[in-house]
RNA sequence: GGGCACGUAGCUCAGUUCGGACAGAGCGUCUGGCUUCUAACCAGACGGCCGGGGGUUCGAAUCCCCUCGUGCCCGCCA
């Protein structure tokens, strides 16, 4: 409804604009202060005072005159405030929301027709997911949820580095190393077995006996060797690594949950020749020359001083060779490609757009969102390699211990009488503590640097998500307490400052999921959740809606008002990835 | 040294794209509110030269320049 209510404010006031002989490149619409009683505003007024050689309150008054609403059906009037023009809801307004918003998908934008693959995590296998790392799957998988709800054929996919230097050092320590050497597991989970390998490995080639090193490198290097010639019997060696420590990483992530449609595997793009014609084809451009034994680009033309070697001087490929070939690949199966990457990766993410238009590609179908880092208190960065960090298997044990202990320590004082089982402890335990985490996370500008706290990062109360997952409970308690009361869908007895304000907010939602989806930013779908909460809440405290001092109609109008709000609840949360309890 | 980010209340953050109504929340502190649809909630108080300095503008947290502080990057690693 706002997204319609928003077009015809801006037909009307073009029109107006356009009769008056201003301009109507800017209409300076935009939304009032909570305490305006109007949905959406004009300040063009101010700039065209000069112009039109009056005040901008005249002004404002003349356009004002001018607006026609004959062919409004939303918009119930035009007045001015001072050098405002505000535009203000008609019955059909909140007539319309109250209908639409009863959509369990209330919420979801129209079918854009355009497909989308969402790249994001693509943690290297090498072990347990750690906090440092959090921030990619949390917000790769909120955003690849807005864009769906936002209309788009999104795949999410997964892309395995199994065939660089690293998976030959852990393939090398794997089939070098005795178990009996190695300390006990963390967790009996496939990844932390195996990370024990990766780690002895990395410190036997920092400290180990020169001659031995010297030994181990000449295999690992025959390791990368035979990846890179797509060689049947290595890459069955590495993919036993990489297949078992992916699994428990999988794993971990499907607790957030972050799934994916496609693990796409590096080595793929070797086996079917693709890395090694991008190669001829760089070798035949013209920014590309030999230096000391090495291909590279020279990309000043883009203005990146760095060049971009994408071929060793043993003729063997690099992670960035290999990822020209996998962009080509999502180039011809998707209309745009959307990278989630830590900042660290953005010099790299500028010489592979570069490549790319090198290769002839229009780069303007790849995307990338960067997040800044997740440190450790003390300043401390996390390393699987170092075994430094936070497993987020234990941050998100940690949340949902301590949000049983909070579901346990309320059980006592509550007020209603529906005792909880056993399974429903657990399950809100489940979706308090995960939601929370998810929350605490999602709810940021990536760009800001985090450091990681467990109790801000576990807190329940406030700006969380237990805040809005408290509210959608309460919305299913009300509809539970309901009993026989059918909800109607009658918006005229719904004329309180609360239930006005609320009816407003549920329709702003849609407009949230466009602008969300359109910016790549998730946090505006948690910034409007508890924006919205508290709304919601002025609601409930003063408009009951089981009660016997409510007539029937406007009971049962809040009735259906609930569902509305408990069905924007739940997709704001949903496209943030995180559950909606029916009770806490 | 160069590039990219970030700096808003004691703390954690919205708001910065695209300048516009007195700069908003939460936590913490203080005062109140559960026999009333769930108090993981609500009402109120206290708390800001929006890092600093210039500039553009009728108007700047928002745009431009300079400066200070912090993070990240600058490998024939990924």
């Known amino acids: ?86 535009f203000t809801p008609s019955d059909a307004y909140f007539q319309g929301t109250l209908e ?103 410190e036997f080639l920092e400290e180990g006996d020169p001659a031995a090193v010297e030994e181990a490198e000449a295999e690992i290097a025959s390791i990368i060797e035979g990846l890179d010639e797509g060689d049947e019997d290595t890459l069955e060696r590495t993919s036993e690594v990489v297949d078992t420590v992916l699994g428990g990483m999988q794993e971990t992530l499907g607790r957030l949950p972050a799934e994916f449609d496609e693990f796409v595997k590096e080595t793929r793009f ?57 962009h080509e690949w999502k180039f011809d199966s998707f209309d745009s490609a959307i990278t989630v990457l830590g900042e660290d990766q953005e010099l790299h993410a500028n010489k592979l757009e570069a490549a790319l238009d090198i290769l002839g590609n229009d780069t303007d179908q790849l995307e990338a969102v960067f997040y800044a880092w997740v440190n450790l208190p003390g300043g401390e960065s996390m390393s699987t390699r170092q075994g430094t960090g936070v497993d987020m298997d234990d941050l998100l044990d940690e949340a949902v211990n301590r949000a049983e202990d909070a579901v346990r320590s309320r059980l006592d004082d509550r007020i209603r009488g529906d005792d909880l089982t056993e399974a429903d402890v657990e399950r809100i335990a489940r979706q308090v503590g995960i939601g929370a985490v998810r929350y605490d996370i999602v709810s940021k500008q990536p760009t800001k640097a985090i450091t990681f706290d467990w109790e801000d990062a576990l807190d329940f109360e406030g700006q969380s998500a237990p805040y809005v997952q408290y509210a959608h409970a309460r919305a299913c308690g009300i509809s539970a307490e309901a009993g026989d009361l059918e909800p109607s869908l009658d918006a005229a007895p719904l004329d309180t400052q609360a239930e006005r304000d609320l009816l407003e907010g ?27 909460v508290d709304t919601f809440n002025a609601f409930y405290r003063s408009c009951p809606v089981v009660s016997d001092d409510v007539d029937d109609d406007t009971a049962a109008a809040r009735l259906a008002l609930v569902d509305a709000a408990r069905n924007t609840l739940a997709n704001a949360l949903g496209v943030l990835g995180i559950e909606s309890p029916d009770s806490m």
């Open 100 to 202: 639409d918003a009863q959509a369990d998908e209330w919420g979801r934008l129209p079918d854009t027709g355009e497909s989308v693959v969402v790249e994001h995590t693509s943690a290297n296998p090498t072990g347990p997911v750690h906090v440092g790392r959090a921030r990619n799957p949390i917000l790769g998988d909120a955003l690849a949820r807005i864009l769906d709800f936002a209309g788009y054929d999104v795949t999410k996919e997964y892309y395995v580095n199994d065939a660089g230097r690293q998976m030959a050092v852990f393939t090398w320590a794997y089939e070098t190393f005795d178990e009996s050497d190695l300390p006990e597991p963390e967790r009996d989970k496939p990844d932390y077995d195996f990370v024990r390998y990766y780690r002895k490995g990395n």
């Open 1 to 86: 409804m706002f997204i319609a209510f928003r077009r015809e404010v801006e037909a009307a006031l073009e029109a107006a604009l356009d009769d008056l002989g201003y301009p109507t490149g800017d209409l300076g619409i935009e939304e009032p202060p909570a305490d305006v009683p109007a949905v959406l505003a004009s300040s063009v007024a101010f700039r065209l005072a000069s112009d039109a050689q009056a005040p901008p309150p005249q002004v404002a008054g003349e356009i004002a005159d001018a607006i026609d609403l004959s062919a409004a059906d939303l918009v119930a009037d035009v007045s001015t405030q001072g050098p405002y023009v505000n």
């Open 270 to 326: 070797l086996r079917d020749g693709s890395t090694h014609e991008v190669v001829d084809r760089l070798q035949d451009s013209e920014y590309a020359f030999k230096e000391e034994g090495a291909w590279q680009l020279d990309l000043d033309d883009w203005d990146i001083e760095q060049s971009f070697v994408f071929l060793r001087s043993d003729d063997t490929t690099l992670y960035t060779t290999r990822d020209l070939a996998h």
């Open 506 to 532: 549920i329709a702003r939602f849609p407009a949230v999921v466009e602008a969300a989806a359109a910016d790549r930013e998730p946090h505006q779908v948690a910034t409007f959740a508890r924006e919205f």
